[in-house]
Protein backbone atom coordinates (compact mmCIF):
# COMPACT_ATOMS: atom_id res chain seq x y z
CA UNK A 1 0.00 0.00 0.00
CA UNK A 2 0.87 3.33 -0.57
CA UNK A 3 0.25 6.66 1.23
CA UNK A 4 1.12 10.49 0.43
CA UNK A 5 3.55 12.04 1.91
CA UNK A 6 5.00 16.03 2.06
CA UNK A 7 7.59 18.19 2.90
CA UNK A 8 8.11 21.70 3.29
CA UNK A 9 11.49 22.97 3.13
CA UNK A 10 11.62 26.93 3.48
CA UNK A 11 15.74 28.24 2.51
CA UNK A 12 16.23 31.27 4.48
CA UNK A 13 18.36 34.18 3.16
CA UNK A 14 21.67 32.93 4.86
CA UNK A 15 20.86 29.19 2.99
CA UNK A 16 22.06 27.15 -0.01
CA UNK A 17 19.67 28.07 -2.66
CA UNK A 18 19.88 25.44 -5.02
CA UNK A 19 17.77 22.49 -4.96
CA UNK A 20 18.76 18.53 -5.62
CA UNK A 21 16.96 15.62 -6.94
CA UNK A 22 15.55 13.64 -3.79
CA UNK A 23 15.59 10.78 -5.71
CA UNK A 24 16.42 8.90 -9.05
CA UNK A 25 12.77 10.09 -10.88
CA UNK A 26 11.17 10.74 -14.22
CA UNK A 27 9.52 14.28 -14.79
CA UNK A 28 7.17 14.28 -16.91
CA UNK A 29 6.18 17.85 -16.70
CA UNK A 30 6.28 21.27 -15.51
CA UNK A 31 3.61 24.13 -14.88
CA UNK A 32 4.99 27.51 -13.95
CA UNK A 33 2.28 29.44 -12.21
CA UNK A 34 2.79 33.19 -12.22
CA UNK A 35 1.84 34.89 -9.16
CA UNK A 36 2.33 37.65 -6.46
CA UNK A 37 5.89 37.02 -4.09
CA UNK A 38 5.19 37.23 -0.57
CA UNK A 39 7.35 36.51 2.16
CA UNK A 40 7.87 32.99 2.94
CA UNK A 41 9.15 32.85 6.51
CA UNK A 42 7.14 30.92 9.36
CA UNK A 43 5.06 34.46 9.82
CA UNK A 44 3.66 34.62 6.64
CA UNK A 45 3.26 31.75 6.71
CA UNK A 46 1.08 31.79 9.48
CA UNK A 47 -0.71 34.55 8.62
CA UNK A 48 -1.06 35.17 4.54
CA UNK A 49 -4.44 33.05 2.94
CA UNK A 50 -3.36 30.53 0.51
CA UNK A 51 0.55 31.50 0.40
CA UNK A 52 1.27 28.23 -1.35
CA UNK A 53 -1.21 29.28 -4.01
CA UNK A 54 -0.87 33.02 -4.23
CA UNK A 55 3.10 32.96 -4.63
CA UNK A 56 4.68 32.83 -7.94
CA UNK A 57 5.65 28.36 -8.51
CA UNK A 58 7.30 26.04 -10.54
CA UNK A 59 5.87 22.72 -10.14
CA UNK A 60 7.39 19.50 -11.60
CA UNK A 61 5.28 16.25 -12.09
CA UNK A 62 6.92 13.19 -12.10
CA UNK A 63 7.09 9.20 -11.72
CA UNK A 64 9.60 7.54 -8.99
CA UNK A 65 10.61 4.16 -7.96
CA UNK A 66 7.33 4.07 -5.59
CA UNK A 67 5.08 5.96 -7.24
CA UNK A 68 4.17 9.90 -7.86
CA UNK A 69 6.50 12.55 -6.92
CA UNK A 70 5.96 16.07 -7.13
CA UNK A 71 8.32 19.43 -6.42
CA UNK A 72 7.18 23.28 -6.65
CA UNK A 73 9.75 25.23 -6.17
CA UNK A 74 7.77 28.55 -4.28
CA UNK A 75 9.06 32.41 -5.10
CA UNK A 76 8.86 34.67 -2.29
CA UNK A 77 9.69 38.61 -1.85
CA UNK A 78 12.68 39.49 -3.68
CA UNK A 79 13.26 35.80 -4.94
CA UNK A 80 10.70 35.41 -7.73
CA UNK A 81 13.72 34.47 -10.23
CA UNK A 82 13.71 30.51 -10.28
CA UNK A 83 16.31 28.70 -12.41
CA UNK A 84 15.23 25.88 -13.68
CA UNK A 85 18.22 23.68 -15.19
CA UNK A 86 16.38 21.45 -17.07
CA UNK A 87 15.06 24.23 -18.88
CA UNK A 88 17.60 26.61 -19.16
CA UNK A 89 14.78 28.84 -21.26
CA UNK A 90 11.80 29.18 -18.84
CA UNK A 91 11.43 33.22 -17.03
CA UNK A 92 9.85 33.75 -13.92
CA UNK A 93 8.96 37.08 -12.50
CA UNK A 94 7.96 38.67 -15.19
CA UNK A 95 6.50 41.84 -13.91
CA UNK A 96 4.17 42.45 -17.08
CA UNK A 97 2.22 38.88 -16.09
CA UNK A 98 1.55 40.36 -12.26
CA UNK A 99 -0.54 42.69 -13.79
CA UNK A 100 -3.18 40.90 -15.84
CA UNK A 101 -5.97 38.88 -14.49
CA UNK A 102 -4.65 35.32 -13.32
CA UNK A 103 -4.51 32.69 -16.05
CA UNK A 104 -4.22 29.02 -16.30
CA UNK A 105 -0.11 27.96 -15.72
CA UNK A 106 1.99 27.65 -18.61
CA UNK A 107 2.61 24.23 -19.10
CA UNK A 108 5.62 21.85 -20.61
CA UNK A 109 5.62 18.57 -21.22
CA UNK A 110 8.67 16.65 -21.30
CA UNK A 111 9.82 14.16 -24.29
CA UNK A 112 9.71 11.70 -24.91
CA UNK A 113 6.23 11.58 -23.49
CA UNK A 114 5.62 8.91 -20.95
CA UNK A 115 9.50 9.01 -20.11
CA UNK A 116 10.56 12.80 -19.93
CA UNK A 117 13.65 13.63 -18.31
CA UNK A 118 15.14 11.42 -16.33
CA UNK A 119 16.99 13.04 -13.17
CA UNK A 120 19.49 10.99 -10.97
CA UNK A 121 19.18 11.48 -6.88
CA UNK A 122 21.53 14.46 -6.36
CA UNK A 123 21.26 16.05 -9.53
CA UNK A 124 20.72 19.95 -9.45
CA UNK A 125 18.08 20.88 -10.59
CA UNK A 126 17.29 24.31 -9.85
CA UNK A 127 18.08 27.54 -7.72
CA UNK A 128 16.66 30.33 -6.36
CA UNK A 129 18.56 34.13 -6.37
CA UNK A 130 17.90 34.13 -2.99
CA UNK A 131 15.70 32.24 -0.15
CA UNK A 132 12.50 30.30 -0.86
CA UNK A 133 10.48 27.53 -0.34
CA UNK A 134 10.52 23.96 -1.69
CA UNK A 135 7.30 21.37 -1.14
CA UNK A 136 7.87 17.71 -1.83
CA UNK A 137 5.27 15.85 -2.49
CA UNK A 138 5.53 12.10 -3.63
CA UNK A 139 4.38 8.16 -2.85
CA UNK A 140 5.75 6.34 -0.44
CA UNK A 141 5.23 2.52 0.87
CA UNK A 142 3.03 2.47 4.05
CA UNK A 143 2.82 -1.50 4.82
CA UNK A 144 4.53 -3.74 2.85
CA UNK A 145 5.07 -7.16 4.13
CA UNK A 146 8.91 -8.86 3.81
CA UNK A 147 8.78 -12.16 2.01
CA UNK A 148 9.36 -13.97 5.54
CA UNK A 149 6.35 -11.50 6.68
CA UNK A 150 8.53 -11.30 10.21
CA UNK A 151 8.89 -7.51 9.33
CA UNK A 152 7.67 -4.58 6.79
CA UNK A 153 9.29 -1.57 4.85
CA UNK A 154 7.23 1.61 5.89
CA UNK A 155 8.33 5.07 4.95
CA UNK A 156 9.24 7.50 7.75
CA UNK A 157 10.77 10.90 7.72
CA UNK A 158 14.46 10.92 9.41
CA UNK A 159 13.91 15.02 9.49
CA UNK A 160 10.87 16.61 11.75
CA UNK A 161 9.87 20.21 11.97
CA UNK A 162 12.59 22.99 12.61
CA UNK A 163 15.42 20.72 11.60
CA UNK A 164 17.76 22.40 8.57
CA UNK A 165 18.46 19.70 6.16
CA UNK A 166 22.19 19.74 4.12
CA UNK A 167 22.41 18.49 0.86
CA UNK A 168 23.13 15.04 0.67
CA UNK A 169 21.33 14.57 4.10
CA UNK A 170 17.97 12.21 3.66
CA UNK A 171 15.10 13.41 3.97
CA UNK A 172 13.10 9.89 4.62
CA UNK A 173 13.71 6.13 4.65
CA UNK A 174 11.23 3.34 3.69
CA UNK A 175 13.36 0.43 3.70
CA UNK A 176 14.36 -1.64 7.57
CA UNK A 177 17.85 -1.33 8.73
Known amino acids: MKGLFYCVI ?3 PGDYHRIHSPADWNVFGRRHFSGRLFPMNERATRTIRNLYVENERVVLEGKWQEGFMAMAAVGA ?12 TLRTNRPWKKLLHPEPPEEQ ?13 GDELAAFNMGSTVVLVFQAPILQPSADKSSSAEFSFCIKKGDRVHMGEALGRWHDP
Do not use: A, D, Q, W
Not at 78 to 85: A, Q, R
Not at 109 to 121: D, H, I
Open 109 to 121: VYEPRGTGVLLKK
Open 77 to 88: TNIGSIELFIEP
Open 10 to 12: YLS
